[in-house]
């Protein structure tokens, strides 16, 4: 190992050893399960908004957003980012103080809890295929995670892919099961900031060699195609390709899957006072739209230093290295550098982390909390509890590592997969759950099971058809989980008083 990536792996190891250290700090404060999965419900804004967005964005957002932009363009990369911008306001605007007002009025502190109390299942029906559901689609969107980290360290250093992901992986499985809610969403609001100084870093440098501003955009224009917002450029043909209206729709319909996102959904409900979820709104948005913007424009860059021989020409899944590969090149210009380049892989492990915490908080609470105490209603002591808790969160770590030992897989095409899964099979039912006192129990089981499997029925077997059935899975199966939801609670009666009455109540409580 040289001096240069002595400096990268020493700025890593010391981002690495503090994530574990806030484990260690806030381990003794998670003394119910409600501590561990909800922090006690004593967020404050700031923390809030950004382990908000840290949580959502994923390695996704350094490494799957400006692949997509580097092969393709501005269209595929910048229309799924406006309708992810979109949701994202309206997620805090409406979403966001109703269900923490109401999950605290009915004692709920995860979402399949919240559901099942919402509807009165008593025989907790709802709350099984909630947590079934966040454990088919969380296990491979933390695959996804540990894919990133393998990919990382495999490309820097050389390392082996498969040794390489499973000490990433222990790491997140560490700091997670030692600290919970607390350390995620502490971490996560850390873990923002670093991300951010990555992507400017990254801009910085990238236009730098790539020769200035105006050589990024005179390659970029070259292309056919890639810089407008009604073509995609085809890297096979190098040739532009027709955007059509729908196309459009389909990719801006990414923006729904907010409304059904658990681990976003759970920092709604952990804030300390509602009255500063403005604030957090308006932190969390502008975030989103500058860091989301700023990724895409990384993509463009990474494909003009292709072009100028600064970067090799990468291919396939490879462009979800584009960043890697900037910042070991810019490690080559001394100590100094390989630190700064050592934040950068960090912002990326970062990305990575903060999402890999809450999905494997909220699927193991799926499995403790929802299955094991909820449906069974197997009564256990809270230690004993806690300790099935973060059993349940190292069994899913291990089945997400054998997801994720294929390298060649792609970390946006799997986000993509369990982004729609969570926004079919969960974001009608919240939306209903909030704002329609009419909505019942019966509605709600019927909208879940028809989101997820249509999911599976579009992406599967529809898509293949092509034309317009080749439209992101999450828009057709979102619209019939919202219309079936509807459709089965009227045809069965509605909700009973005491469910308006209890609905009434939380409204008023806003």
């Known amino acids: 190992m040289n001096l240069n990536q002595f400096g990268i792996l020493l700025a890593i190891v010391v981002y690495l050893v503090g994530m574990i250290y806030i484990g260690f700090k806030v381990m003794d404060r998670n003394k119910t399960v409600g501590d561990f999965y909800l922090g006690g419900r004593e967020l404050g804004p700031f923390v809030t908004a950004m382990s908000a967005e840290a949580s959502d964005m994923s390695s996704w957002l350094l490494m799957g957003l400006p692949g997509v932009a580097y092969l393709s363009g501005v269209a595929d990369a910048g229309w799924t980012a ?210 989301m913007f700023v990724s895409v424009f990384i993509g463009i860059v990474a494909m003009t230093m292709s072009k100028v021989g600064a970067l090799q020409t990468l291919v396939g899944a490879d462009s979800e290295t584009a960043i890697v590969r900037i910042a070991h090149l810019l490690s080559t210009h001394g100590f100094g550098f390989a630190l700064i380049a050592g934040i950068i892989l960090s912002g990326i492990l970062a990305s990575t982390m903060s999402t890999s915490d809450s999905q494997l908080l909220a699927a193991s609470s799926s499995v403790s909390n929802d299955i094991l105490s909820g449906y069974f209603k197997t009564k256990y002591s809270q230690d004993k509890l806690l300790k099935i808790s973060r059993c349940c969160l190292l069994l899913i770590a291990l089945i997400s590592m054998g997801l994720a030992w294929d390298p060649n897989s792609s970390v946006f095409q799997i986000v993509s997969f369990a982004w729609a899964g969570f926004g079919a099979s969960f974001g009608p039912v919240v939306l209903l759950a909030l704002f329609w006192k009419n909505s019942n129990k019966q509605g709600a089981i019927a909208g879940m099971l028809a989101g997820g499997i249509m999911v599976f029925v579009w992406h599967f077997l529809i898509i293949p058809w092509g034309g317009v059935f080749g439209i992101y899975e999450l828009l057709p199966a979102f619209l019939l989980a919202l219309i079936i939801n509807v459709i089965v609670s009227l045809a069965t009666g509605g909700a009973d008083a005491s469910i308006q009455k209890e609905f009434e109540d939380a409204k008023a409580m806003e």
């Open 82 to 291: 406006i309708g992810l911008a979109i949701g994202t306001y309206l997620n805090w605007l409406i979403v966001a103080k109703r269900l923490r007002t109401y999950s605290e009025r009915i004692d709920a502190i995860t979402i399949p809890e919240f559901f099942a109390k919402r509807y009165h299942d008593q025989k907790n029906v709802l709350m099984l295929i909630a947590a079934i559901w966040i454990i088919v689609f969380f296990v491979p969107y933390t695959a996804s995670g540990f894919v990133a980290c393998g990919k990382l360290f495999n490309t820097l250093f050389g390392i082996d892919y498969h040794t390489a992901m499973i000490v990433s992986a222990l790491v997140i499985v560490i700091y997670t099961t030692l600290g919970g809610f607390l350390a995620a969403s502490t971490t996560d609001f850390i873990q923002s900031i670093i991300m951010t100084i990555a992507l400017l870093i990254v801009v910085g440098y990238g236009v730098s060699v790539a020769g200035g501003m105006d050589s990024v955009m005179h390659h970029a224009y070259a292309l056919p195609g890639y810089m407008t917002f009604t073509q995609s450029y085809n890297v096979a043909t190098q040739s532009a390709v027709p955007y059509s209206f729908l196309t459009i729709v389909s990719k801006a319909a990414w923006g729904l899957g907010y409304f059904g996102m658990p681990h976003i959904l759970l920092r709604f409900m952990a804030i300390k006072d509602k009255s500063q979820l403005k604030l957090s709104r308006r932190v969390a948005t502008v975030w989103v739209i500058i860091s």
